[in-house]
């Protein structure tokens, strides 16, 4: 007999693939791409012309990206894992 039969062992099937990530990070780039998609809107409105869209425009681009670090910081210390 040769020594291959002799290991009764059964086969262990490969993994099926699992992703990296959690819903705590599609949630994280969801909120990203949105707060990018509504600098976007003002800047458009902002190249249609009116001086509001332009403040809005520019208020939007320089608080955004502060409140967006404070906010998941705050939800971050709110709910982790003890």
């Known amino acids: ?8 062992e059964p086969q262990q099937s490969p993994r099926p693939w699992q992703p990296r990530f959690g819903i705590g990070t599609m ?7 949105s707060v990018v998609a ?6 458009v409105r902002a190249l249609q012309g009116g001086r509001a869209a ?20 705050i939800a971050q210390s709110l709910f982790k894992r003890r």
């Open 38 to 43: 509504a600098a976007a809107s003002y800047f």
């Open 1 to 8: 007999m040769s020594k291959s039969f002799e290991n009764n």
């Open 27 to 33: 949630l994280l780039i969801m909120l990203i791409v």
């Open 54 to 73: 332009q403040l809005a425009f520019i208020l939007f681009t320089i608080a955004a990206p502060l409140l967006l670090v404070v906010l998941v910081s």
